[in-house]
T-cell receptor, first 116, second 108 residues
Framework: DSGVTQTPKHLITATGQRVTLRCSPRSGDLSVYWYQQSLDQGLQFLIQYYNGEERAKGNILERFSAQQFPDLHSELNLSSLELGDSALYFC???????????????FGPGTRLTVL | DAKTTQPPSMDCAEGRAANLPCNHSTISGNEYVYWYRQIHSQGPQYIIHGLKNNETNEMASLIITEDRKSSTLILPHATLRDTAVYYCIVISGNQFYFGTGTSLTVIP
């Protein structure tokens, strides 16, 4: 158990809908990262938040957005869903923003999103 | 961005050492090498990381060549539970770039 929790575990929805995925980081971790893992693309970094502020952006679609709240939990919002958005979505957390020093990321169990 | 190259798959006999290679020829001086593994769609699990020196922890050893262009993850006594996809990652700024990894199968 990494200490990172994600809800829900599974989510099934229809095209065009909007969903919210939730992540609670490990106690004491200030950074939250979101990743998407689809069958044909592997693990793709989406976005990072550090202490409530956006820190880094990866391959995140404009239909997707995220935020980190004062209690440090994070939500990933996916809108106008398409079939191709079906994937595993992982959240990870770390103590601090990455810089010259190391900062290990610990991953949650993921949310499996199925868009029908 | 530094990229990594790993063999797509490997087999290892149970109880033997598993040696998983990774090439990262474009790594720069301050970039770390991290290893994670993913067991059947679970969240990736941290294994070990290093910069220049060899590292060992309770899970594995990491051997980094002197020129830092390649590394090897060693699982000293592989068990069936070590069957997973192993990712070698070079950090670039704030981001992890996961490649396709090596699918390790431990055979009884």
């Amino acid at each position: 158990d990494s200490g990172v929790t994600q809800t829900p575990k599974h989510l099934i929805t229809a095209t065009g809908q909007r969903v919210t995925l939730r992540c609670s980081p490990r106690s004491g971790d200030l950074s939250v990262y979101w990743y998407q893992q689809s069958l044909d693309q592997g693990l793709q970094f989406l976005i990072q938040y550090y202490n409530g502020e956006e820190r880094a952006k990866g391959n995140i679609l404009e239909r997707f957005s995220a935020q980190q709240f004062p209690d440090l939990h994070s939500e990933l919002n996916l809108s106008s869903l398409e079939l191709g958005d079906s994937a595993l979505y992982f959240c990870a957390s770390s103590v601090a923003p990455r810089g010259p020093s190391t900062d290990t990321q610990y991953f949650g169990p993921g949310t499996r999103l199925t868009v029908l | 961005d530094a990229k990594t190259t790993q063999p797509p798959s490997m087999d290892c006999a149970e109880g033997r050492a598993a040696n998983l290679p990774c090439n990262h020829s474009t790594i720069s001086g301050n970039e770390y090498v991290y290893w994670y593994r993913q067991i059947h769609s679970q969240g990736p699990q941290y294994i070990i990381h290093g910069l220049k020196n060899n590292e060992t922890n309770e899970m594995a050893s990491l051997i980094i060549t002197e020129d830092r262009k390649s590394s090897t993850l060693i699982l000293p006594h592989a068990t069936l539970r070590d069957t997973a996809v192993y990712y070698c990652i070079v950090i670039s700024g704030n981001q992890f770039y996961f490649g396709t990894g090596t699918s390790l199968t431990v055979i009884p």
